[in-house]
């Protein structure tokens, strides 16, 4: 009887990100008749895709025990690089392939800091995030740019009657689940985030996948960007700003430890981040206080934090060693 | 000849090592720093820029040395910028001509220095809690506590910094007799606590190895929660010259400075891997991080770049502590 | 025929200190091969030779016709020879097929083939005995299993030679059979196995062949039919004993001096222990230790030993019995227990004895320190500090060359042994506990150590002594208890002081 105490509890934690999710959809949906639409869902998953993106970069670097501070700043670099592009007239591909770089050349960068000089991971991507973001600043001159209709045109587009944001957010989920439920550098990973040590006495090369988790990120966080801007239309010198907060909020109310090797993309992040969307629609339906916004996300991002850390206490407990079976008396 | 290179580069090997092991390294970076900058920057070696360094350097001062405590015990305190906003918005509201709670009273301002002062121990408290009870870790505490409570400072103040302070208290930040004194009696207290004390030796015993402390009796929980709520404290102590200085209650106060409190510390030698610190590394560390600052400003760079630059040493700082761990560990 | 594997003359010393010397033996195909020998004896070191984990100093191996030395354990591995550890290495938030496989996945392009992947894995479960399905997370598996997995995954690259470190402690009698099942099954698959263990008859049950390590030499190897465990305890045991123990004081005199400081009740113990259990760790465990006394705690790894003193010093909790200190119930966190008069050596100096990186001054002082403090802002009075640290440090014999302010790390085994228990001695504690205060030190410093433990207990404290070593308690101890599977299962006085005897207590039955 004592042991199954611990163990209700434990699944409690587990759910805690879906009981909430399920409240929130009640008191939304009674609160506003519109919500139960396929519009409003729809509208709700559109607005949730960049949180979502950046969210699942978010998942591949808490999975090793890592985190990555400078998303936010990696997103406004990407959207100031976009905009400048396409305010000078460069064509869609040559703009896609040079934010696609960016993502991946910070990402390159926090990797280098974090594997070959062995910085701390907070606070290497700290460094980025105020380095990149000074970057940004440098690129748009601290100016805010609006972006010409036609870029607008391409966040409100559809494809197949689906709006083109969801299709690339279901997209970055679907390639990142597949990634890390069935590959093998997935499962690896998983392994690295368990226990780094033992890891790399199995022989897995824990300095690659490292790496490949902080470019990943990066990437995921210059998609995050585009997808942001193409609903907001403009990049502010503010652009992207708290975001790393938002992300790691969505990985980890997605039942994805801080401390390494737990959790999933799908429906773990994606579940977070629809979570924390519907938050800040439900404060926009309630007509709250705009300025009380980053209180109730810090308020979900400290229960996030909570309900992980009293999760990992629980399961350390556990695998406290017995020495010896106890025999039936 | 063979000799004779291998002699001079194995000389050269112990003096660079000297120079990196030595306390003075970050002093001696300062004093090349000045002298490399001077020739080209107008106005840095001129006795009013010296008051004006000195002004930026004493609440930075208070503000890093409460860093370096938690630090010392193996944590981290993200939360002291959004401390210093708080402290500062609610320290006005106590205290300002227009609609302050104490409005024109003779007591206002000592008032108010007491409940900011108060907020920022009971702010240190809470993370020291989260982090000791609640076993949540310390970055990501302090980064929930930095969003919160500057949130929260914007939320009170809908964004508008608060004017007419009572003159009493602008005091303390305008006259440089009055501040000074007040770091430097600050910094040199927790100077005295830090290598004299009981609490100061249980901190570092905590931060080398806080299995050992706990063996040996120490109460490791109290002493990490101690370093935060010191750093609550000394971050509102900061909170109070700067608001002064400014002659303004702001929401976004101190919110551009938590890199340079992190980049001074380390850069000072203080470890991110705990046990290690001292009062006068860190005051080195303030020394070269204000006079960086101080010179980019004076060079008329723009507000991006010196960011760019300082996102640029705190990562350099960080490694310089990696390689004292490790390459001058033998 | 050649053998499988061909051991000649490896040597291997750590820190100056021989650990194997000279040793020599061969396994042939299709063999199970017991190897014994005391803790110490050397056996964990040949094994990471074999592992790749160590290189050796000297000699030579050959495994399957080749010449063999892995620089590492993929190299190892690689060379056919699998290691199934004592601390397992397994991850627990994979399933059991992906930790078989996790440096080798069934794979077409970066993808793993599923179905591939299981159909392997199944087939491995099916050798080993495991009915689950090879989708189950290993964290759901108990010891047993996990262990059985360990021997699946070094047969998933095909282990010629599987080495079985003490596989049985953590094992139910079920699953200790069912293990023995499989290692026969895989010996008539003509691979060859080599089985560490404690449990003598065990070995003899399960052995073609036997391997005797006896301080770093082989002192006995042949057919498992040419020994008994009489034979064996015997060879392990049989060495001449050393002169490294203090005498003590003669009894009289330490009665007398005991009644001096207890007044009327000259016996009354200074610690009890009664009826101390904690489901998994140890079970129903009494005991009483006497000022002047010096008491030792034998066992083999696992028995509970270091668990029991943990709980002792409030480091781990205990769920039932209590402990009394001169009569009055001990409680409370380590703090608490040092104020009466506990203090406690841990097995690891590393990890939670020393602050490595500080200096020899402020390990000594940690303990005391709030005693060289003055209000109101508790002050550290350096100057009588400086005074109580000189006297610790001759009390302890430190070397005297060594700097206070010179970083722990910088010293060697003994010396920061001995600063530990200068820390320790700084509190003049009633009830020392000590486990394993002599791992890792060399001769000279060890019986310095044995020396001050002795003196403490002549000057009236009780002391329990954790140890490995069985001559270093028959040498320093006046009682011995015998700690076995969390009990304690048997308790020797002065006179009975014997060797074999203890041995075949802490035994597995």
Redesign the interface.
Known sequence: MRKSAPRLLLSALNHATLFLFILVLIVFGLLSPKFFTVAGLTNLFVQASSTTVVGVGMTFVLLTAGVDLSVGSIMFVAAAVAGKLALGGTSLPVALLAIVSIGLVFGLLNALLVTRLAIIAFISTLGTLYAGRGFGLWLTQTRAMNLPDNFLALGASKFVGIPTPLIIGAFVVAFAQLTLTRTSFGRQLYAVGNNLEAARKAGLNTRLLLAAVYMLSGLCAAIGGILSLAQLGAVSPTFGTNREFTAIAAAVLGGTSLFGGRGGVFPGTVLGALLIQCVENGLVILNADPYLYPLVTAALIFLAVLLDSTRSRILAHWARRKIFVEDAV | MNRATSLASRSLHLWATAVLRSEYLVLLLCGVLFTALAPFTPGLATASNFTNLLGNLAPLLVVATGQMLVLIAGGIDLSVTSTIALVSVVGAFVMNGDDGWLKGSAAAAPAAVMVMLGLGALVGLGNGLAVTK????P???T???M??L???A??LT??QPIYHLPAGFTALGSRLWLALPIAAGLTGFAH??LA????G??L??VG??A?????????EGAVVIGAYIASGLLAAAASVLYTARLETGSPVLGQRIL?DV?GATVIGGTS?FG??GKVLWTFFGVLFLTLLDNALNLLGL???????????V??LA??MD?ARN?WLAT | MTPLLQVESVEKSFFGIPVLKAVSFTIGAGRIVGLVGENGAGKSTLMNLLGGNLHPDGGTMRFNGNSYAPVNPRAARAAGIGFVHQELNLFPNLNIAENLFLTNFPQTGPVIRRGELHKRATALLKTVGIELPSTTPVDRLSNGERQLVEVAHALSFNARLIILDEPTTSLSARETERLFKLVRQLRDDGRSLIYISHALDEVLRLSDDVVVLRDGEVVGQGKATEFDQNKLVSLMVGRELKQLFPKGRSLPLRRALESNEVGAEPRAPLLEVRKVSQPGVVRDVSFSLRRCEVVGLSGLMGAGRTELARILFGLDPHECGTILVSGEPLTGSPRRRIRRGLAMLTENRRDDGLCLEASVADNIALVTLPNYTTSPLRLINFASLRNGLAKIREAVRLQPKLSNEQPVKTLSGGNQQKVVLAKWLLATPQVLILDEPTRGIDVGAKSEIYQLIRDLADRGAGVLVISSELEELTGLCDRILVMNRGRIASEFAPGEFDRERILNAALPT
Request: avoid cysteine; charged fraction near 15%.
């Open positions: 609640l076993r949540m870790p970055f990501i505490v980064l929930t506590t969003m919160f500057s949130g929260l914007v939320w809908k964004s005295v606590l004299r004390s009981l609490f030796q249980w570092r015993a080398f190895n299995r050992t402390a706990r063996v040996s009796g120490v109460p890199l992190i991110l046990g290690k723009s507000h991006f770049t010196i960011m760019m630059v300082k996102g640029g705190i990562v960080a490694l990696t490790r």
